[in-house]
């Protein structure tokens, strides 16, 4: 059911920029673009969304290609507590609404 | 601010045993969601409530689980009777109108085992 694709895991070390690619080549016109985390078992955190801007909040920031089919979550400066499973998730309105979790990308912050 | 919590946090069950678990959202949020995610599986959909209303309860598994909100409030997910394969952890989560696109909460779930 997943609309987004993302790779599976990648490395980034303690205090570089970790860049997270999405793609979402199916999108439609209006629906927005959600990244949510997950640290160990813990519930899933919300980091930020948009539409078709660019996003920048206290935890990231969002770029959204103009084409809306590629989005890219970047962590400015990440730290060790930033390893997690990171998801991109298109909403999905039918009639009522629902987030559809994918695989994720599992992120490694190493020292 | 409170947000969204869940009891109990772990909850370990015999085969064929009743289990409710139970969410309360943030203050004000009509939408309340339920997810679970069973062991290397991802976390997947179960319903979505709109205030004491199901609006979407197309991911529920079977007619073992039952979900209820009564008044709009707190909601309740029970499982009976409860097999093996329900083992898993489950989410609730909350959100203001997503129309606006407005974020959902998620509480830290109930671990769910089965045995």
């Known amino acids: 059911d997943a609309k987004t694709t993302q790779p599976p895991s990648m490395d980034c070390a303690e205090g570089r920029a970790a860049n997270l690619p999405c793609n979402h080549s199916?999108?439609?016109?209006?629906?927005?673009v959600y990244w949510y985390r997950q640290i160990h078992s813990q519930g899933p955190q919300y980091i930020i969304h948009?539409?078709?801007n660019n996003e920048t909040n206290e935890m990231a920031s969002l770029i959204i290609t103009e084409d809306r089919k590629s989005s890219t979550l970047i962590l400015p400066h990440a730290t060790l507590r930033d390893t997690a499973v990171y998801y991109c998730?298109?909403?999905?309105?039918?009639?009522?609404?629902?987030?559809?979790f994918g695989a994720g990308t599992r992120l490694f912050v190493k020292a | 601010e409170a947000g969204v919590t869940q009891f109990p946090s772990h909850s370990v069950i015999e085969k064929g045993q009743t289990v409710t678990l139970r969410c309360d959202p943030i203050s004000g949020h009509d939408n309340l969601y339920w997810y679970r995610r069973v062991m290397g599986k991802e976390i997947k959909f179960l319903l979505h409530f709109v205030k004491e209303s199901k609006q979407d309860e197309s991911g529920m598994p079977n007619n073992r689980f039952l979900a209820e909100r009564t008044g709009g409030t707190y909601s309740t997910l029970k499982v009976q009777p409860a097999e093996l394969e329900d083992s898993g952890v489950y989410f609730c989560?909350?959100?203001?109108?997503?129309?606006?696109?407005?974020?959902?909460?998620f509480g830290q779930g109930t671990r769910l085992t089965v045995v």
């Open positions: 989560a909350s959100s203001q109108d997503p129309s606006t696109g407005g974020e959902a909460f």
């Open positions: 998730i298109v909403r999905v309105y039918t009639g009522g609404f629902k987030t559809i």
């Open positions: 948009g539409l078709k």
């Open positions: 199916t999108i439609s016109g209006n629906e927005y």
